[in-house]
């Protein structure tokens, strides 16, 4: 099976700056890479799929980006929305993992 | 509009037997390429996908629960049933269905999710 080590597993950020969140799987996945932000509470919402595809009503301040093992997320001029955690997760021959999550703090 | 909402008891003893169910409308599971799964997630801890059921009847789990899962589909009433044997209380978390997107790789639409509470 595929594990998925998403980095940092907290983040401190203000209003207004740009952070970035690594994941890295154990082996290569292509771009079947995702990613989720999630409120406490709340179901997972989806962000990017195949890497770096925005999907449809996200804003675009969100953007991913890498292929093979090492993948990144990227959020420019963070929103008091944005505060939340965030998951990647990767598909691999009918299988699917997420990492361990990063949780976006104000400062 | 896409919508799923997973239903089925708060509370189950450990030993029993877990069954969930994931009534959908805005698709229809007997179109090619629909699929819907079943992930969880333990309080303050990571997301775990569970299981896959497709339109033509595939059905795929993860490793490590195999053995004890079973996902199945009714099309007629727009449902998937997951079932969980020999229920633990680390298996208490809440439980989401969601459906994959167009590539087949991502999870686009979610449940709100059902809280499961495994204690004697």
């Known amino acids: 099976d595929i594990q998925m080590t998403q980095s940092p597993s907290t983040l401190s950020a203000s209003v207004g700056d740009r952070v970035t969140i690594t994941c890295r799987a154990s082996?290569?996945?292509?771009?079947?890479l995702a990613w989720y932000q999630q409120r406490p509470g709340k179901a997972p919402k989806l962000l990017i799929y195949?890497?770096?595809s925005l999907e449809s009503g996200v804003p675009s301040r969100f953007s991913g980006s890498g292929s093979g093992t090492e993948f990144t997320l990227t959020i420019d001029s963070l929103q008091p929305d944005d505060f939340a955690s965030y998951y990647c997760?990767?598909?691999?021959?009918?299988?699917?993992?997420f990492g361990q999550g990063t949780k976006l703090e104000i400062k | 509009q896409v919508t799923l909402k997973e239903s089925g008891p708060a509370l189950v003893r450990p030993t029993q037997t877990l069954t969930l169910t994931c009534t959908f409308s805005?698709?229809?599971?007997?179109?090619?390429?629909?699929?819907v799964n079943w992930i969880r997630q333990p309080p303050g801890k990571a997301l775990e996908w569970l299981a896959r059921?497709?339109?033509?009847?595939?059905?795929f789990y993860t490793t490590s629960l195999k053995t004890r899962l079973t996902i199945s589909k009714d099309t007629s009433k727009n449902q998937v049933v997951l079932t969980m044997t020999n229920m633990d209380p680390v298996d208490t978390a809440t439980y989401y269905c969601?459906?994959?997107?167009?590539?087949?790789?991502?999870?686009?639409?979610w449940g709100q999710g059902t809280l499961v509470t495994v204690s004697s």
């Open positions: 969601a459906r994959t997107g167009i590539t087949g790789t991502e999870f686009y639409s």
């Open positions: 805005g698709f229809s599971l007997s179109t090619s390429g629909v699929r």
């Open positions: 059921i497709d339109w033509d009847g595939d059905k």
């Open positions: 082996q290569s996945i292509s771009s079947w």
């Open positions: 195949k890497a770096s």
């Open positions: 997760q990767q598909y691999n021959s009918y299988s699917y993992s």
